[in-house]
Nanobody, 121 residues
Framework: QVQLVESGGGLVQAGGSLRLSCSAS????????MAWYRQAPGKQRELVAA???????KYADSAKGRFTISRDNATNTVYLQISSLKPEDAATYYC???????????????WGQGTQVTVSS
């Protein structure tokens, strides 16, 4: 069984910074891509940033220059550093890991429980 646990959300003033973490545990054989999504009330969930197994990363246009995704393959953890927070960054942030769990047939997507980011202006 695989579990993803997120942390790091909270209330931050506009212009501030935050670091989100997501750690995967369980019987994991391998992890491919790691990503962060966010969903604001009344809006669809959107991809914010993704990191491949190498150093390749990609960002949504709204995240470029302020968001940094990084991964620690030794601990199965993905991070999202957010700086210069804006009110429009407020959302529930979800991590997504494409991984191969032992006892399964191949790679599939797993989601964290979500962590709330609130930005005060």
């Amino acid at each position: 069984q695989v579990q993803l646990v997120e942390s790091g959300g909270g209330l931050v003033q506009a212009g501030g910074s935050l670091r989100l973490s997501c750690s995967a545990s369980g019987d994991i054989f391998a992890i491919d891509a790691m990503a962060w999504y966010r969903q604001a009330p009344g809006k669809q969930r959107e991809l914010v940033a993704a990191a491949a197994t190498g150093r390749t990363t990609k960002y949504a246009d709204s995240a470029k220059g302020r968001f940094t995704i990084s991964r620690d393959n030794a601990t199965n953890t993905v991070y999202l550093q957010i700086s210069s927070l804006k009110p429009e960054d407020a959302a529930t942030y979800y991590c997504n890991l494409n991984l191969f769990a032992r006892g399964t047939w191949g790679y599939k997507d797993y989601w964290g429980q979500g962590t709330q980011v609130t930005v005060s202006s």
